[in-house]
Nanobody, 115 residues
Framework: QVRLVESGGGLVQAGGSLRLSCAAS????????IGWYRQAPGKLREWVAIVSRDATTNYADSVKGRFTISRDDAKNTVYLYLQMSNLKPEDTAVYYCSTNKGVSWGQGTQVTVSP
C-alpha cells in the first residue's frame, strides 16, 4: 500500500507560478508510474502529467510547455513535483497525486488562479 501526501497548493494570479509536491511512502517498490491529476468544480477528474520509473514524461495538451513534472526516488520515499508556470484561471482545481494510473491517491491540494 502506498500513502501519498500532496502540498504546495495556494492562490496565485494569472501568469504566476506554483510548485506542487507529493511524497509517496509505503510500498514504493510497486510504483511504476506516478503523476498528477486535477478536478475542477463540476468537472470530471483529468490527467495532467505523468512520469515513469525511467523518467519518461507525458503531459496533457492543456499544460504542455507550462508545467514540468519530475520525480526523485529516495530510499524510502518517492518525491513527485509539478512546477507550474504561466498559470491560467482554467488551471484552478484540486490537484491529486496518483500512482500507477489510479491505484493510489492522495488527498489533494487546492490550486486557485485568479484572473
Amino acid at each position: 500500500q502506498v500513502r501519498l501526501v500532496e502540498s504546495g497548493g495556494g492562490l496565485v494570479q494569472a501568469g504566476g507560478s506554483l510548485r506542487l509536491s507529493c511524497a509517496a511512502s509505503g510500498s514504493i517498490f510497486s510504483i511504476n508510474t506516478i503523476g498528477w491529476y486535477r478536478q475542477a468544480p463540476g468537472k470530471l477528474r483529468e490527467w495532467v502529467a505523468i512520469v515513469s520509473r525511467d523518467a519518461t514524461t507525458n503531459y496533457a495538451d492543456s499544460v504542455k510547455g507550462r508545467f514540468t513534472i519530475s520525480r526523485d526516488d529516495a530510499k524510502n520515499t518517492v518525491y513527485l513535483y509539478l512546477q507550474m508556470s504561466n498559470l491560467k484561471p482554467e488551471d484552478t482545481a484540486v490537484y491529486y497525486c496518483s500512482t500507477n494510473k489510479g491505484v493510489s491517491w492522495g488527498q489533494g491540494t487546492q490550486v486557485t488562479v485568479s484572473p
